[in-house]
């Protein structure tokens, strides 16, 4: 495999996690708590949640819950639920290769 074409499906992989993580994103609900914080959560996707003092705040952290959730999940070999049709699980074929 040359380097040009190493470059490319880095390339495509970067498109599909920064797109995974921006239409899961777009889902995201938030609330305000009883004590005027904000709480934020993604649903189906078990975790993911964060707090703040502002609703910035909370989506920033969120962000960063949803980005460490999913590194771990794909390094772990979990399965990662599907959002808006952006499948990041391997096949059995790409299982029995890395495996």
């Known amino acids: 495999m040359t380097c040009r074409r190493v470059w ?3 390339g495509v ?3 599909m996690l920064t797109e995974y993580l921006t239409r899961a ?3 995201a609900h938030y609330e305000i ?3 005027g914080r904000y709480w934020g959560e993604i ?3 078990q975790g ?5 003092d502002t609703l910035e705040q909370c989506r920033e952290t969120l962000r960063e819950v949803l980005d460490d959730w999913l590194l771990i999940g794909l390094r ?3 399965q990662i639920p ?3 049709g952006i499948d990041l699980n391997r096949g059995p074929e790409a299982r029995a290769v890395a495996g």
């Open 43 to 45: 649903p189906g996707l």
């Open 25 to 27: 994103m777009r889902g």
């Open 48 to 52: 993911v949640w964060a707090d703040g």
């Open 76 to 78: 772990r070999g979990d």
């Open 33 to 35: 708590m009883e004590d």
């Open 82 to 84: 599907v959002v808006d």
């Open 13 to 15: 992989v970067s498109d």
């Open 8 to 10: 490319n499906i880095l």
